[in-house]
């Protein structure tokens, strides 16, 4: 039992999201689980962690003998707290995140607590996988998703994965038709149109809801988002060097002197 | 008038912090200036933006002739209202952010609402730099930081800056002694080694605070780390493409069948 590998599940739609639940059933084959995951939804919170306040942890009756654990701050303290508090310092084999409601394709890596979570994983050495499905409905059919996980988290287990990245897995939704494969690709160079619809409250002072939408005007097929529209599983390796490497050339042309 | 450069001014410790006051101060005489930032202490909020929640802006005299506002959100909140409520979708011409109480050098950067701010700028198309101070006090001392600010802000105006990535800077602390000049850098590679400080309620009921301390286990003297630890002010172009270029390659070994 001791041997078998000890795979941390979070996410950031909240412990009791059916995504997270579909997940963990499908690792318990695998290995031990445990899950930390947030109370509530945190989704778009990025790689925040907090400071300014402290965090509680309370146990879970996710399903029978899994040890589950409901946390109040963010997918990234969520994974501290895994390794800090519950494990004491000692690493998990595997983290996996997700399964998200929603894609996070593309620039979305930056915003998701998804994939925050996977990338704070890879930070600390541990084989981390984000997977989310593009479809943001709480009743999302996930299972057409179950076989990619059990495919890519059976691959990390048995070649290991390099450090320095993590993995950025993303599933077209089930109406899609059946998936094409698994595509190995680049973060899409896209943006948001954003929008702040504009609301008065009862005493007629202003307040606003953000509304955008996602626009990729990349056209290489080595893309994320090139795949998921295609009928692939994208997996974008996906690192927290955040470093323009081509930028340190650009600079060499500065002014570096001061005044 | 209507030629000078419009600059958007935000950051992550508030729109009271000293910090900003600084930065606002040394950005009057380059152009028009456009302050958007918290209207409290919103750091480590990464690049969190408020779904959950709607958003509120207020009028803020922070000094004289700067149009100045408060906004209820994170700082890539305050990045988005700005352009897409304030500006009506149009662009400034250079986004700065901080000055930061306190260092935003290696990983950090994924975790600083300030550099996320700069970050979400860059993903618009804006020239954006980020500027922290490695002194976290609230009586920190910005006096050296001015001529680094001014130094490379007219750096970007008069050569531009490419897109896909910004600028993360950082100064060390006054008592460090004269700056030894500016150096293009890359993000070293560090960790954090967490711990929780664990409490009790009056109720009995635990609660964690997050503890923890920053190890730098690079020696590359390319470095943002080793440059500020040198007496050197680090300027590192940081990306939001977080494409593990290297990876896409590993992965190429993986079965990617699907059952």
Redesign the interface.
């Known amino acids: 039992m001791a041997d078998r590998p000890l795979i941390l599940v979070t996410n950031d739609d909240g412990i009791f999201a059916p995504g997270i639940r579909a997940l963990v059933e499908e690792m318990v084959p695998f290995g031990r689980v445990l899950v930390v995951a947030p109370d509530k ?1 945190q ?10 306040h ?4 309370a146990p879970v009756g996710l399903m029978p003998d899994v040890e589950s654990w409901s946390c109040s701050g ?1 997918p ?2 969520c994974v ?2 895994a ?3 519950l494990l004491q310092g000692s690493k998990p084999d595997l983290l996996v995140s997700g399964i998200n409601h929603g894609a996070n394709i593309s ?1 979305n ?3 998701s607590g998804t994939m ?1 979570a996977a ?1 704070e994983g890879a ?2 050495g541990i084989p981390s996988i984000g997977f989310s499905l593009m479809d943001h409905s709480i009743e999302a059919d996930f299972g057409h998703v179950r ?2 996980v ?3 988290v059976g ?1 990390a287990l048995k ?1 290991g994965m ?1 450090e ?2 993590c ?1 950025n897995v993303n599933v077209p939704r089930a109406e899609f038709g059946p ?1 094409k ?7 899409a ?1 896209a ?1 948001w149109e ?3 619809e ?2 008065r409250d009862p005493t007629g ?6 509304k955008g939408e996602f626009r990729s005007e990349d056209d290489g097929e080595d893309t994320d988002v090139w795949a998921v529209h295609n009928g692939y ?1 994208s ?14 050339a ?10």
């Not at 989704?43 to 300014?52: E, L, N, V, W, Y």
């Not at 974008?236 to 490497?245: F, N």
């Open positions: 939804p989704s778009a919170m990025g790689h925040a962690i907090t400071i300014h402290f965090l509680r942890l963010t990234v303290d501290k707290l390794i800090y508090k620039i890596v930056l915003y925050s990338v930070m600390e076989s990619v059990r495919s890519l691959d070649h390099k320095g990245y993995l998936l494969g698994i595509r190995v690709c680049r973060q160079k943006n954003d929008e702040f504009t609301r002072k202003e307040y606003f809801w953000l599983v997996v974008v390796p996906t690192q927290y060097d955040m470093t323009a490497r081509q930028g340190i650009d600079l060499k042309d500065w002014d570096h002197a001061l005044e």
